[in-house]
């Protein structure tokens, strides 16, 4: 970091100089998916936004389906009454993308602003996720969060031996709004068939299995270690873990999925596990949470359905030319 404060040009010098190396890709409550960065001076970033402001002349107005796209900069408050210089990016889509946006669940707007300890990207979250990232503190994991991590990243994050984390959560994948939203999401794509909706589906049940996926390094003496943890979200040897095997069973042959998870929730609410339980329910807290899965689902399946489209086309070709 201090090499790149040197090398950059003077208007970001103090703002790259200002960055602690923190680096968190996250959700907000409001359905928005975040990139935030840690900074000891958010001032120093915001003064840079202006800039933005002088060159928005120069962004084009309308993309190449339609759309229409607005860039300004403007003062918001950030939840303490203060009002900090926010770059606001939105969105009139066109008829076909407000389908889709509509499906994920998200708002066809970004944010940029810098407040606290955080400069902060929000895609899909609006304005109303501003005061919820300026009022992180960024103190440390709670215990409800160390809860849901796998005991390894538990022991790491509590002796602050862990360099990087990677940790994703899968449980929102299952929850029905997110299943129901990839769904509309690919019925919107054209040409695509009965089939690239099955094979979301069937996706979709493969990873049904699993809550999350978690990587980490570490440093000891000298030497860097990688760990990899995928934790499971049922088990054969507890009750608890058996009750959630039925649950997930039950979803996934066709039961209501909001009911299956959501009973399971209310019957453990006080265990490590119950915030998967609630994103598989997409109820409560976990409802942003939820959202932005469908949100990563969408953009998953924009890359996913036209290349399971051109695979089956493939297919048939190569099938209509073998000899019979």
């Known amino acids: 970091l201090a090499d790149a404060k040197k090398q950059a040009p003077a208007p970001f010098g103090a703002a790259v100089g200002s960055a602690t190396g923190e680096l968190l890709f996250t959700w907000v409550e409001q359905a928005g998916l975040a990139t935030l960065i840690g900074v000891t001076d958010a001032n120093a970033v915001t003064g840079l936004l202006p800039l933005v402001a002088l060159a928005k002349d120069q962004i084009p107005k309308q993309l190449p389906d339609g759309s229409e796209l607005t860039v300004d900069v403007r003062e918001v408050d950030d939840g303490s009454g203060k009002p900090r210089s926010t770059l606001l990016a939105k969105v009139k889509p066109s008829a076909e993308l407000e389908k889709s946006i509509a499906a994920m669940g998200v708002a066809p707007e970004a944010v940029v602003f810098a407040s606290g300890g955080y400069a902060a990207a929000v895609l ?81 049940d493969v990873f049904a299995p699993l809550s999350s996926v978690s990587m980490w390094l570490t440093r000891d003496a000298g030497v860097h270690t990688v760990h990899l943890a995928v934790r499971g979200f049922d088990d054969y040897a507890t009750e608890e873990g058996r009750a959630a095997r039925a649950a997930m069973l039950a979803a996934g042959n066709g039961g209501d999925a909001s009911a299956a998870y959501g009973e399971l929730s209310t019957q453990y609410a006080g265990s490590p ?52």
């Open 124 to 204: 899909g979250g609006g304005e109303a996720s501003i005061p919820t990232i300026a009022q992180h503190t960024g103190i440390g994991p709670t215990p409800s969060m160390l809860a849901g991590l796998p005991a390894g990243l538990q022991r790491a994050l509590k002796a602050d031996a862990a360099e990087a984390i990677l940790h994703f959560s899968i449980d929102g994948l299952q929850s029905a709004q997110v299943r129901q939203a990839l769904t509309d999401v690919a019925k919107l794509q054209p040409g695509v068939d009965a089939e690239a909706s099955q094979a979301i589906a069937m996706m979709l």
């Open 273 to 324: 596990r119950a915030a998967s339980y609630d994103l598989r329910a997409g109820k409560g807290a976990s409802v942003g949470q939820t959202t932005s899965s469908a949100f990563l689902g969408g953009i998953i399946a924009a890359i996913a359905i036209p290349a399971f489209m051109k695979y089956t086309e493939r297919a048939k070709a190569a099938a209509a030319k073998s000899p019979k």
